[in-house]
């Protein structure tokens, strides 16, 4: 794979804005690969993974810190941090903006190329996690479910979550990948599925 492909550049990525509104969203005119999870579940070290720097997608051991919607150019392509959902601690408020923010970008956007749906491999998927994926479901967007932490399992346990979570997930033939954003685990594969996803 050739990084230098006009089409995303991982070599070159770099903040383009943050939006807290509808309004702050930016021109809807490249394709973009959105990163949706539950809050700390890896989604902005997943990114910093895939485009080998170590932090330029903020991360935070403080669940729900992200409540913006960041967009990072990459060559002609975008990748979206969408802000983490399902933390508890969130005032009433704070969780329906965030609803109307992400309700709104979804529905607003036509050029989304992939979403990149991290979920807990430790864990059985959450309420809002299979909330997300019946969503994606019906939509008809395409996406990818990666199941991260990986590296937090010994060989036993990590056969014993991947012979449960197809089950747990609901759905057959959803594409699965089995990731650690902390060891690398099979990010190569990852920038792949990405590649092929962005037009030619």
Do not use: C
Not at 80 to 95: T, W
Request: glycine share 4%.
């Amino acid at each position: 794979m050739n990084n230098n492909n006009f089409k995303i550049n991982f070599n070159n990525v770099k903040l383009e804005t943050s939006a807290g509104n509808i309004s702050g969203l930016p021109a809807d005119n490249l394709p973009e690969i959105v990163f949706s999870g539950k809050s700390n579940v890896g989604k902005s070290s997943t990114i910093n993974k895939i485009i080998n720097r170590k932090s330029l997608a903020r991360t935070s051991n403080t669940p729900g810190k992200t409540s913006t919607i960041n967009f990072y150019s990459a060559g002609n392509t975008r990748l979206v941090d969408l802000p983490g959902y399902g933390y508890a601690k969130r005032s009433f408020s704070e969780k329906r903006r965030w609803s109307e923010l992400v309700q709104n970008y979804f529905s607003n956007r036509k050029n989304i190329a992939l979403v990149v749906q991290i979920i807990d491999i430790r864990h059985h998927p959450s309420y809002e996690d299979s909330q997300m994926i019946e969503y994606l479901v019906s939509s008809g967007l395409p996406f990818i479910v990666l199941l991260n932490k990986v590296d937090k399992l010994n060989k036993t346990q990590r056969q014993d979550r991947l012979s449960k979570i197809n089950i747990e997930l609901k759905h057959k033939n959803i594409n699965t990948l089995v990731i650690s954003s902390e060891t690398g685990e099979n990010i190569n594969i990852l920038r792949q599925i990405i590649f092929d996803r962005i037009p030619n």
